[in-house]
């Protein structure tokens, strides 16, 4: 089962990626993780740790609020 807010943190950094110019490999090369997970989490499809939130949005320059924000 595939929650909320999860589809909406994938939709953010997929936002968030993409406005900074970062194909989804080379962001998944940036912060450690195949780009097969990478599309898993901008999908909603995997369930991110806080300190996985933290991490990618200290990656993109970023509040770790802003994936969760609507």
Do not use: C, W
Request: aromatic share 4%; no cysteine; hydrophobic share 40%.
């Amino acid at each position: 089962m595939v929650g909320d807010l999860q589809v909406l943190v994938g939709a953010n950094l997929r936002a968030y990626r993409s406005a900074r110019g970062l194909s989804q490999e080379s962001f998944a090369d940036l912060v450690g993780v195949h780009r097969t997970y990478m599309g898993g989490l901008e999908r909603g499809e995997r369930n991110l740790s806080l300190q996985s939130i933290e991490k990618l949005a200290e990656k993109l320059g970023i509040d770790p609020m802003s994936l969760l924000a609507k």
